[in-house]
């Protein structure tokens, strides 16, 4: 509606100031800079929704100026720029225009054939091949924890449970998480040393080392909350990163890997069967 306000409005101003003029397909002209029009279709498909009329108003006029800025500028590069400035021009312009249009159906021809599910076997793998390449660079560790209220009256059940952590410990835990500050208890969570400290208020440099300890449980209490936490594992810097911690990352390399090997064999093919069609020659 408000797009509508503000094409009326221009096109109100452009009917008082001077013979209205269309394109081939009736499309009303709202500013000339040069020889060359912006047409009202145009207008509209760049304005934005605002909140007011006045806005809108405000918004299109920077527009039209903004578009006849540009359109001056061109002009005069056209009648001051010599002839070898413009042909260098002309070609950067084209060459472009032709990778855009080259990588746009390069991308859709990807998405059309290459298979984007990466098996567990391809993970594995990829992981086995390339362990140098997954060296930590600090500690990481497999934890859980639950800080809450030090008040809690379920604050025992709660530590037994997240020491067992069975299945129904889990879900135990699960139904309780609304009375907890903050949590984590995903079996596969691995974090870095610094984001742990990040995450766990109780933890700095000088003391880390102290939690550090495989399948141990801490309780850490403040003037606010209790912290529990149960450390389950951890791996030293310089040794190679659990698969789960990067599983993902390894999918996305795969997936990139697969993607390049196909456009690579793509460029190939498409040069054949230009060949072989006909579309192509290479006179000699």
């Given at each position: 509606?408000?797009?509508n306000f503000?094409?009326h409005f221009?096109?109100?101003?452009?009917f008082?100031s001077?013979?209205q003029?269309?394109n081939?397909?009736?499309?009303?002209?709202?500013a000339?800079?040069?020889n060359?029009?912006?047409?009202?279709?145009?207008?509209?498909?760049?304005?934005?929704?605002f909140?007011s009329?006045t806005?809108?108003?405000?918004?299109?006029?920077?527009?039209?100026?903004?578009w006849a800025r540009?359109q001056l500028?061109i002009?005069?590069?056209?009648?001051?720029?010599n002839?070898?400035?413009q042909?260098r021009l002309?070609?950067?312009?084209?060459?472009?225009?032709?990778?855009?249009?080259?990588r746009?159906?390069?991308?859709?021809?990807?998405?059309?054939?290459i298979d984007?599910?990466i098996s567990?076997?391809?993970?594995?793998?990829?992981y086995l091949?390339?362990?140098?390449n997954f060296?930590?660079?600090?500690?990481?560790v497999?934890?859980?924890?639950?800080?809450?209220?030090s008040?809690?009256i379920?604050?025992?059940?709660?530590?037994?449970?997240l020491?067992?952590?069975q299945?129904?410990?889990?879900?135990?835990?699960?139904?309780?998480?609304?009375?907890?500050?903050?949590?984590?208890?995903?079996?596969?969570f691995?974090?870095?040393?610094r984001?742990?400290?990040k995450?766990?208020?109780?933890l700095?440099?000088?003391n880390?080392?102290?939690?550090l300890k495989k399948?141990q449980?801490f309780l850490?209490e403040d003037?606010?909350?209790?912290?529990?936490l149960f450390?389950?594992?951890f791996?030293?810097?310089?040794e190679?990163?659990?698969?789960?911690?990067?599983?993902?990352?390894?999918?996305?390399?795969?997936?990139n890997?697969?993607?390049?090997?196909f456009?690579?064999?793509?460029?190939?093919?498409?040069?054949q069967?230009a060949i072989?069609?006909k579309?192509?020659e290479?006179y000699?």
């Amino acid at each position: 509606m408000r797009n509508n306000f503000i094409l009326h409005f221009f096109l109100l101003i452009s009917f008082f100031s001077c013979d209205q003029i269309y394109n081939v397909n009736q499309d009303p002209v709202v500013a000339r800079a040069g020889n060359t029009y912006l047409y009202t279709s145009e207008l509209a498909k760049n304005l934005p929704i605002f909140s007011s009329d006045t806005d809108s108003v405000i918004q299109a006029e920077n527009y039209i100026n903004n578009w006849a800025r540009k359109q001056l500028l061109i002009d005069q590069a056209i009648i001051n720029l010599n002839f070898e400035d413009q042909e260098r021009l002309e070609e950067l312009v084209q060459s472009y225009r032709s990778d855009l249009w080259s990588r746009a159906y390069k991308e859709f021809v990807v998405k059309s054939n290459i298979d984007t599910i990466i098996s567990k076997e391809e993970v594995e793998s990829y992981y086995l091949e390339n362990q140098n390449n997954f060296k930590l660079n600090e500690v990481m560790v497999n934890f859980r924890f639950i800080a809450l209220p030090s008040e809690n009256i379920d604050l025992l059940e709660i530590k037994d449970k997240l020491i067992r952590f069975q299945e129904e410990d889990k879900r135990f835990l699960d139904s309780l998480s609304f009375q907890f500050n903050s949590y984590q208890l995903k079996d596969t969570f691995w974090i870095k040393k610094r984001r742990m400290i990040k995450t766990l208020p109780f933890l700095k440099e000088t003391n880390f080392e102290e939690y550090l300890k495989k399948t141990q449980f801490f309780l850490v209490e403040d003037a606010f909350e209790v912290y529990l936490l149960f450390v389950n594992d951890f791996i030293l810097r310089n040794e190679v990163a659990p698969l789960v911690s990067i599983e993902n990352t390894i999918r996305k390399i795969v997936f990139n890997k697969r993607k390049l090997d196909f456009i690579k064999q793509f460029d190939k093919e498409i040069l054949q069967d230009a060949i072989q069609t006909k579309k192509f020659e290479l006179y000699r």
